[in-house]
């Protein structure tokens, strides 16, 4: 690995560090120290959707087109490490989220800049940009086990005691020093646009709505836009879940997930010409109704066993998903769509389908409230249904019209 590399390395680690160390957690957070209901809860978590649905406007009309993307880079984190100070410190909901939404505007976009930074200063990227992607992974895992095992913030007398603020605390540190660092990453000046024919839907995506046409299409689209409700209740439930139970060192157990995504990666070419893409797409639906069944009827005694194959599952509800539906959309929209595309498909999954995600899991949080296991059992066997569903939706209608595995283009993710 050449000194580009290391840094670029560096500079993914730390991206995903950040996000790591507030993000798995803030569902206990809000729901011990802040005294928040589901709803709020829910309200919290959509920022990320926000700042999914604003990333596309930030980056195509204002950091393309004139900024250098390491400067902004740099700015947003420094920006993103005092409102980390500020949440630090919120004492109710009211006061946290004015913070957190302003946040995830900017740190979502920030999301792209690393990608665009990576991409703009390597040669060859389908052999060197995942080896710096990787980098991402492992700071995201590394922020849980600090969490876990470094400080124990997150063992039920710690987060009843208010030690989960010391999470916003880390995030900052790390967004102030990534902040800093991004101003001696390779310079990676705006790109040269054709601005007369840049128009907000082209930025947005809004061409490759034309793909709707197509009848597998529409169907993959609309069941990739519902699956995004379980997803929530994943990202919302499970820390507050397993904390609530008596799991120990549970965000350093949400790790395995990582760890799972980055197997299940690996694997996902080889399923694909295997089995095809509506087989792929099925496997990674079925694994989230799997996973929930499980968080239904494991516990933190003898049924832990659940709880750990439920988490583990991560690499397969989401590459098997996510990323097989990112490789049959770029497939789909050949040459010409295939930017529009990307972007029509991240703005309705990360933004409206989580968006609408996290709006249920909050509504289905506060129909079940109270503090016995039971209620967990039917929190989590709703997105178990909701993903049936869904499955049978797009098993029914939904034909493999990629049947020849050369048709299949591998992406980055």
Not at 78 to 86: D, K, S
Not at 285 to 310: C, S, T
Not at 314 to 327: N, P, R
Request: charged letters at 10%; one cysteine or more.
């Amino acid at each position: 690995m050449n000194y580009v590399h290391q840094r670029l390395s560096l500079m993914m680690f730390l991206q995903f560090f950040i996000w790591g160390s507030w993000f798995v957690t803030l569902g206990a957070f809000l729901s011990n120290n802040l005294g928040a209901t589901g709803a709020q809860t829910g309200m919290a978590f959509s920022t990320q959707s926000w700042g999914a649905i604003v990333a596309p406007f930030f980056i195509g009309l204002i950091a393309d087109r004139y900024f250098n993307a390491e400067r902004v880079l740099g700015l947003l984190h420094i920006l993103g490490a005092l409102l980390m100070y500020q949440l630090c410190g919120a004492e109710d909901f009211d006061s946290f989220y004015p913070f957190v939404l302003m946040y995830m505007i900017i740190y979502m976009p920030t999301l792209a800049l690393v990608n665009v930074i990576a991409f703009r200063q390597i040669s060859d990227t389908a052999a060197e940009f995942s080896k710096i992607r990787v980098w991402g992974t492992v700071g995201w895992i590394m922020a849980g086990l600090a969490i876990s095992y470094g400080f124990s913030w997150d063992s039920q007398q710690a987060v009843i005691d208010g030690h989960l603020r010391n999470t916003f605390l880390m995030s900052g540190f790390a967004s102030l020093l990534l902040g800093l660092f991004s101003f001696t990453l390779p310079k990676t000046p705006p790109m040269a646009v054709d601005k007369a024919h840049m128009s907000l839907g082209k930025i947005l995506g809004a061409d490759a709505f034309k793909l709707l046409a197509d009848k597998n299409f529409a169907i993959f689209f609309v069941t990739s836009v519902l699956i995004c409700v379980p997803l929530a209740f994943y990202y919302q439930n499970a820390s507050p879940f397993l904390i609530e139970i008596g799991v120990s060192n549970p965000t350093g157990k949400m790790t395995l997930g990582q760890v799972s995504e980055v197997v299940f990666m690996l694997l996902l070419p080889l399923c694909l010409s295997r089995f095809g893409i509506k087989m792929t797409l099925l496997i990674g639906m079925l694994a989230w109704v799997l996973r929930y069944v499980l968080f239904a009827l494991g516990d933190a005694d003898g049924l832990a066993f659940m709880l750990v194959i439920g988490i583990a599952l991560h690499g397969i509800c989401y590459d098997f998903f996510f990323v097989a539906g990112q490789i049959y959309t770029d497939s789909k929209a050949g040459e010409h769509y295939r930017t529009s595309a990307q972007g029509m498909i991240t703005l309705a999954t990360y933004g409206v389908g989580m968006l609408a995600g996290f709006s249920v899991a909050g509504y289905i949080s506060d129909m079940y409230a109270g503090d016995s296991i039971e209620r967990w059992q039917s929190i989590w066997l709703f997105p178990a249904l909701f993903a049936v569903v869904v499955t049978v939706i797009f098993a029914l209608g939904f034909k493999d019209d990629l049947a020849d595995s050369s048709q299949i283009k591998a992406v980055e993710v």
